[in-house]
């Protein structure tokens, strides 16, 4: 177990440093297994990383490696291999916590950010929220960052409202302030949108909101997989992220909480492993952060999500930004040259995420064409349907990036965009 992977990047970068020009990114899309697939004849090209990841073979070894030889339940077993299934899921705990820069004994592992948001809602917000409160949100949310307080409102008699946007996706920042007014409780906001690739500057909007005595949910998603994150320098009360979007297995992801929020809270979910000691009188809880991780956890996952960390490491996250940074404006660049195309979401620093439209062709009937071609996009309201509301629209196409795409496929993804238009007429 944890054996370092057979293939994956070299070390290459001190945190902060940009040389990714110096990176062999061949190299390092041959990571990649899945990437070399061809699609209805054609070489595939990935455009939908925003959906979810692709993963290394590192990855993709680490999770095979664990069921061939080492798979064992967590906690339960004082066997050998019982013993090494839990050192690599702590492992995976505490490699994650250092790669986001907070203590392992703040993070709660969990399957993705919607847990995570909702173990915020039913845990933090349920028991503390009343009438006469409110939930502030922004426009750009993804529903997962907006049902669960939807849910909590019904329960608890607050409200929700709702900071709009600038014409370019930002945040209105002005109205952000003007809404922080002492009813609001909790705020919940995107690092980066999936849908425009808008980066929040979360560090200022939780300053403030701390100032005024308003509890912080980051929701991470889109930001931990493509840029340095450090969730200590952004001060935020939760953080939410999912592993499947960061090169990691499908049902991983992880609750960042102050630990004095993680001790006041009540349980979300019950079961074995988050309690010390049962009896028909009463149950006691688990310490932090086993309190709220009942069951059987994704121990194959979170193996596979600690390589995925190992792979990030490796690369270096600064390398990450500064590559996919090149691939967007490469996009843009190509995109800015094509008649009747409107792109949604073109705010300074925003994420290799590009929402568009092309005149006359429905989203949905591009991005099948697309598929023809062998390029991947996603099509539709990307689970943002409030954010489609104010554009206007009812469907987008989406192109999503990653560190593993190429120039090359940027070329091909506009000729083909090209070609399809030509055919839609
Ligand atoms: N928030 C954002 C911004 C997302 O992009 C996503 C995934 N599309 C989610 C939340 C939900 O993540 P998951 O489905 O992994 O829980």
Redesign the pocket.
Known sequence: MNESPSIGPTPVTQPGADVSHSIDWDRIRADFPLLRRQVHGKPLIYFDS??TGQKPAAVIEAVDDFYRRHNANVSRAVHQLGSEATESYESARKKLARFLNVRADELVLC?????AINLVAYSWALPRLKPGDAILLTRME?H??IVPWQLIAERTGASIKVVELTPEGALDLDMLHALMTPEVKLLAV?H???VLGTANPVREICREARRRGIVTVV?G??AVPHRPVDIKAIGCDFYAL?G??MCGPTGT?ALWARKEHLVAMPPFIGGGEMIKEVSFDGTVYNDVPYKFEAGTPNIAGFVGLAAAVDYLEALGMANVEAREQALLAHLMEELSKFDGLRVFGTAPGKAAVVSFLVEGAHAHDLATLLDLEGVAIRSGQH?AHPLLQWFGVAATCRASLAFYNTHEEVEHFVAALHKVRKLLG
């Open positions: 925003a959906n399957s993705g950010t919607t847990f993804h997962a960052n995107a980066v949108s999936n929701d998603s889109q999912t499947h979007k992801g689970c």
